[in-house]
């Protein structure tokens, strides 16, 4: 790992300098920042082809070693789509963008959901001036992202109002983030355990230009189902269409972000009669149980997981690996638009899947 230059500080951070239109961003002192040789090279040449991805999904999202596999198997996707993967995290109280293997094996630990905070915003100064590991949440993974000038992420599902959020206040900071840095954010939507309609009325508050991907219909992704029975106000139907979009976001100076709701894959969808009837099951659980704050997402989860025999699990690594994917193609595609490439990522993509024998079309 390499602490970032100073020579380097537009390239691979506009959070800590006056970029080239001459208004101040976000600021993140370089000497906390500890970025991966892989990452380094791809900001210096193209950091339009790196794509961020979060950690809370390792240390709180899934049980291990379910946790690491996907993590592995979500990096490798990345890269073979030609893209740069920098998984976001705190080790040791320092923030590293691109983990090596040996840090994801710390933290997708059995233990490591006991010793690693969930960190938000709110925690990250918490954690970092006591030294210990934090799983980014898609807030903290945000605001890390945009520092280091990343323009892409990946992620299963962002969080959002809560149920009763009206009576509770609990929203999460990950739609306030999502107002304030202008990442796309490849997602399956809001998870389903959330007051979608009102999550969405939220991100529009809040400016966020939300998007279907692939979705003739407009209907939003609910996570674990296809659909959320709330429509997106837009629909993109390509990778190219999509890097436009994330370019023009950037030409604009809006500083806000794009959500880009693709579905799970169909194979892999859930009844969505069926998740609904476990999801009030395990929120009453959490009811009875006092659960609160940022520990209700991952208690839920796991209740799901197990009301549903595992089945949730499987979709939730399923869509992780496909939304990886998609973020993968726009991130390349987007170099390319940048940096004036005349081929396709989808003549490149379909080179490679006939030279190697891979690469399914994304459901």
Same mark, same amino acid.
């Given at each position: @790992?390499?602490?970032?230059? =100073?020579?380097?500080?537009? $390239? ?11 208004? %101040?961003?976000?600021?993140? /002192? ?78 997708? $630990?059995?233990?490591? +959901? ?34 280091? #000038? ?8 962002? +969080? ?22 202008? &990442?796309?954010?490849? /997602? ?12 969405? %009325? ?11 991907? +692939? ?22 139907? /390509? ?8 370019? @023009? ?6 500083? *806000?972000?794009?959500?880009?709701? &693709? ?6 969808? @859930? ?8 999801? =009030?099951? =395990?929120? *009453? ?24 025999? #595992? ?19 726009? =991130?390349?595609?987007?170099? $390319? ?8 990522? %989808? ?5 490679? *899947? ?8 994304? /459901?």
């Amino acid at each position: @790992m390499f602490r970032l230059a =100073a020579a380097t500080l537009y $390239r691979c951070s506009r959070g800590y300098c006056t970029s080239k239109h001459g208004t %101040e961003n976000r600021r993140i /002192s370089p000497s906390l920042i500890d970025i991966a040789p892989e990452v380094r090279e791809a900001l210096r040449h193209t950091p339009q082809s790196v794509v961020a991805l979060e950690s809370t999904i390792i240390t709180h999202g899934m049980p291990y070693p379910h946790n690491l596999d996907t993590a592995l198997e979500v990096e490798q996707i990345v890269r073979q789509q030609g893209a740069v993967p920098a998984t976001i995290a705190i080790v040791g109280g320092r923030i590293k963008v691109g983990l090596a293997e040996e840090q994801l094996r710390l933290l997708a $630990r059995a233990d490591s +959901g006991a010793q690693t905070v969930k960190t938000s915003r709110r925690d990250m100064a918490f954690v970092m001036a006591t030294g210990r590991n934090g799983g980014t949440t898609v807030a903290g993974t945000l605001l890390i992202a945009d520092a280091v #000038g990343l323009r892409i992420f990946a992620t299963g599902g962002i +969080g959002g109002v809560h149920r009763e959020g009206e009576r509770t206040m609990d929203v999460s900071a990950d739609l306030i983030e999502l107002g304030r840095c202008p &990442v796309a954010v490849v /997602s399956s939507g809001v998870k389903s355990i959330l007051d979608i309609p009102r999550t969405l %009325e939220y991100l529009e508050t809040q400016g966020v230009c939300v998007t279907t991907y +692939g979705s003739e219909d407009f209907e939003f992704p609910a996570f674990y189902t296809r659909s959320s029975g709330s429509k997106a106000p837009y629909n993109l139907t /390509s990778s190219t269409d999509a890097a436009k979009m994330v370019h @023009m976001n950037r030409e604009l100076g809006l500083r *806000s972000g794009i959500l880009i709701g &693709v579905p799970i894959p169909e194979q892999y969808a @859930m009844d969505a009669t069926e998740m609904n009837a476990v999801i =009030a099951e =395990a929120l *009453s659980d959490a009811e009875r149980k006092g659960i609160r704050g940022k520990e209700v997402t991952p208690f839920i989860l796991s209740a799901v997981s197990q009301l549903t025999r #595992g089945n949730s699990l499987h979709a939730n690594m399923a869509l992780i690996k496909n939304n990886a994917r998609v973020a993968a193609e726009i =991130a390349v595609e987007l170099a $390319r638009i940048e940096n004036g490439s005349t081929i396709p990522v %989808e003549q490149s993509n379909d080179a490679k *899947s006939v030279a190697k024998g891979v690469g399914a079309p994304v /459901s």
